[in-house]
């Protein structure tokens, strides 16, 4: 399953809302759709998983939404932390691919 | 606090082999399936390969098949990744991730694995 996200890049600044998405190649369950952040320096980090469930201790400003083959991450007011690359992962079937990420740009 | 500690990398010529350790700590270990993703430099993130609880179900991306082998030891809450045949494309950061209901978290801090001449 090849998933495509886009935009590749999105440029924003604090406080804005940021919507990346998340195309599979075939539609899969819901469950089976997260969401990762990742940072220089840091190992990734799993933000949403099951589509739209927060990971323990996420600020609510993060949210996951979609379904079948259109899958979405929202951070509702951008905080300076935020400014990362983000991956979205399938887990319907094996090889458990990731999107190629969308880097969160100042 | 659930640490995974990844350890192993280093430089390798082309067709040499390497062996990567991931320690866990803070929960129990052999109840979970473990898993290895790895970044080449520039790249996205590439799921290697994941071994189950009891090493029952193990699974590998399809360019690993046949060069890299997945174990696991539940007495010392460890999983490694035997790597034989590295070429050049190896060259990545290799995380261990505890694999939790279709999710992988917590990750590692990650192994740098270079593969040169």
């Given at each position: 399953i090849v998933l495509t996200q886009s935009p590749a890049t999105l440029s924003l600044s604090p406080g804005d809302r940021a919507t990346l998405s998340c195309r599979a190649s075939q539609s899969i369950k819901s469950i089976y759709l997260a969401w990762y952040q990742h940072r220089p320096g840091h190992p990734p980090r799993l933000l949403i998983y099951?589509?739209?469930?927060?990971?323990?201790?996420?600020?609510?400003?993060?949210?996951?939404?979609?379904?079948?083959?259109?899958?979405?991450?929202?951070?509702?007011?951008?905080?300076?932390?935020?400014?990362?690359?983000?991956?979205?992962?399938?887990?319907?079937?094996?090889?458990?691919?990731?999107?190629?990420?969308?880097?969160?740009?100042? | 606090e659930v640490q995974l500690v990844e350890s192993g990398g280093g430089l390798v010529k082309p067709g040499g082999s390497l062996r990567l350790s991931c320690a866990a700590s803070g929960f129990t270990f052999s109840s979970y399936t473990m898993t290895w993703v790895r970044q080449a430099p520039g790249k996205g993130l590439e799921w290697v390969?994941?071994?189950?609880?009891?090493?029952?179900?193990?699974?590998?991306?399809?360019?690993?098949?046949?060069?890299?082998?997945?174990?696991?030891?539940?007495?010392?809450?460890?999983?490694?990744?035997?790597?034989?045949?590295?070429?050049?494309?190896?060259?990545?950061?290799?995380?261990?991730?505890r694999d939790i209901l279709f999710r992988f978290d917590p990750w590692g801090q990650g192994t740098l694995v270079t593969v040169s001449s």
């Open positions: 099951s589509t739209s469930f927060r990971a323990t201790g996420l600020p609510d400003r993060f949210s996951g939404s979609g379904s079948g083959t259109n899958f979405t991450l929202t951070i509702s007011r951008l905080e300076p932390e935020d400014f990362a690359v983000y991956f979205c992962q399938q887990y319907a079937d094996s090889p458990y691919t990731f999107g190629q990420g969308t880097k969160l740009d100042i | 390969s994941s071994i189950s609880s009891s090493s029952s179900y193990i699974f590998y991306a399809d360019s690993m098949k046949g060069r890299f082998t997945i174990s696991r030891d539940n007495a010392k809450n460890s999983v490694y990744l035997q790597m034989n045949n590295l070429g050049v494309e190896d060259t990545a950061i290799y995380y261990c991730a």
